[in-house]
């Protein structure tokens, strides 16, 4: 009987947290912004990637995909730990030839 009490008691204290917003942490609220330039020479092809990010939070890991405009296929992507600032960049390697159209280049994950 006592365990029953006090099995009803947890739950309700965990109904609580829960309508509270207690339980399963905060999504990290953020404005990102990103842009790529290609240099390709022959079957070689790099991208220098240089993006900005601004939040409530005090880092972010900044996914970053490189796309042909005209396939949509990915030729290219980093990951980019950001802390202590609101720019990150860089560059990376990229399957070429590209498109006609050049690059897309979008945020695809930031946690």
Known sequence: MIIGFGLVALMGVAVVLYLAGVTGGTAKSYKTSVDCQVNTVGSQGTVTINGTISGDASSYSVTVEV?????????????????????FGGTTPAEAPIGPAGIECKIVKVA
Request: aromatic share 4%; net charge neutral; glycine share 14%.
């Open 67 to 87: 796309l042909d405009a005209t396939s949509h296929q990915r030729i290219g992507g980093q990951t980019f730990e950001v802390r202590g600032t609101t720019t």
